[in-house]
């Protein structure tokens, strides 16, 4: 089957980049019905909801780790905070402690610690509990839920537990608790706010090594995404020129085909596109399956100017490096569609001809413009 190839290779390249990615581990505390839940999908989205709270990160465990693709929670079930600290805190101490002898993406990297904006009252046992945590060196971003913001003022309960909290000089990302809602509003008519904020400060204290998962796991910042994809992009190209420093012949194009695909997979799974969606989309965009197989792939390359008049039908750095970066564009251009919901669909399927226009209208527009490393033309 001529879709063979496609797929293994695409495979493959897929299963390295989220390998590469990694996970991005936050733990969340806070009293029950404060909102934890709501936040976590307003940010992240549905798919960690549907997980459920995950599996006991050991047995007898009241910490349960729920993971999805780039993202784990680490939730609590059956003790509260406040009330059972020490219990709590001794199995928190048990996990960081071995997870220290295991790899980045198995640590956790970021709290927050939640409490309901107006509950006006924020115990010392919670205080205890956030020094705690920050001695077991988990930054600790401190969250007022569900506060109600009318007319661009928060409610005044709101703000007064916030500079009571502010005035305790926690350990706490920023010195103040974050303000947010992380759903519409019925009563007031307000939408949510205040998420973006707090996705920045989390971005602030993760280590570099997560985020890139910590990109692909949220779904509020979209300028986030397309900045890591744009980085990717640079990134393939970078190496599709490095691949082809000493020109390589015209038949030899397939040796950036995993470059490439390295870069798709990646792409794709910053905007949360899972593998089987992501394959259909791959062939729909490239046709790279239903023609006879790699040379396919590379028949994109006959577009790319300079590649039909070069002399013997050499690739050279900038042919490989501008081949890559258009494929990158059009490809991103095709995921940010998908995950924004605005591919049109036949009988609930995307539509494979609406999908390949999207691509190549890109890929075409990006091939027109002047690479940064080309010379001007003659
Ligand atoms: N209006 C509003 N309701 C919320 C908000 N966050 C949570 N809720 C509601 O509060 C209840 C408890 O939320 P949940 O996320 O399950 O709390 P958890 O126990 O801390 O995980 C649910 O009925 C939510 O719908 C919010 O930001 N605004
Ligand atoms: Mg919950």
């Known amino acids: 089957m001529a879709g063979d190839w496609f797929n293994d290779s695409f495979r493959s390249e897929y299963a390295k980049q989220q390998e590469s990615m990694g996970r991005f581990n936050l733990a969340i505390f806070g009293k029950t019905g404060v909102g934890k839940s709501t936040l976590v999908n307003a940010i992240f989205g549905e798919e960690i ?57 198995e640590q956790i990297h970021v709290a927050w610690y939640c409490v309901r904006g107006m509950d006006r009252r924020f115990e010392q046992s919670e205080a205890e509990f956030i020094r705690r945590l920050d001695e077991l060196g988990i930054p600790v971003v401190l969250v007022l839920t569900q506060v109600p913001l009318r007319e661009g003022r928060y409610h005044p ?10 005035a305790m000089e926690l350990p706490i990302v920023g010195g103040r608790p974050y303000l947010t809602q992380a759903m519409h509003d019925a009563f007031s008519g307000h939408p949510a706010h205040g998420l973006q904020d707090l996705l920045d400060a989390t971005f602030r204290v993760a280590p570099d090594a997560v985020k890139g998962a910590l990109v692909a796991a949220q779904q509020i910042d979209h300028k986030r995404k ?33 470059i490439q695909l390295g870069m798709m997979a990646r792409i794709a799974q910053i905007y949360k596109i899972k593998f089987e969606k992501a394959a259909f989309l791959a062939i729909a965009s490239t046709t790279a399956a239903t023609q006879a197989g790699r040379a396919t792939f590379t028949g994109l390359l006959k577009l790319v100017p300079g590649v039909g008049t070069a002399a013997g039908g050499a690739i050279g750095a900038g042919v490989a490096s501008t081949y890559t970066f258009a494929i990158g564009q059009a490809w991103a251009a095709v995921c940010k569609r998908v995950a924004a919901g605005k591919v049109p669909q036949v009988n609930g399927v995307l539509d494979n001809k609406a999908v390949h226009d999207i691509f190549m209208e890109e890929f075409r527009k990006r091939l027109k413009m002047r690479q940064p490393d080309e010379p001007p033309a003659r």
């Open 49 to 105: 909801a549907r997980t459920g709270i995950g599996e006991p990160v050991t047995q007898d465990s009241h910490l349960y780790l729920g993971r999805a693709g780039n993202l784990g929670v680490i939730d609590t079930k059956g003790l509260e905070v406040g009330l059972d600290n020490k219990k709590l805190l001794g199995e928190l101490n048990d996990m960081v402690k071995k997870s220290r002898k295991q790899d980045l993406s």
């Open 157 to 166: 309960d709101a703000i007064q537990l916030a500079q009571q909290i502010a």
């Open 226 to 258: 397309a900045q890591e994809a744009q980085k990717h992009i640079v990134i393939a190209a970078g190496a599709s020129a490095a691949a082809a420093a000493s020109p390589i012949p015209f038949s030899d194009a397939a040796m950036l085909v995993p």
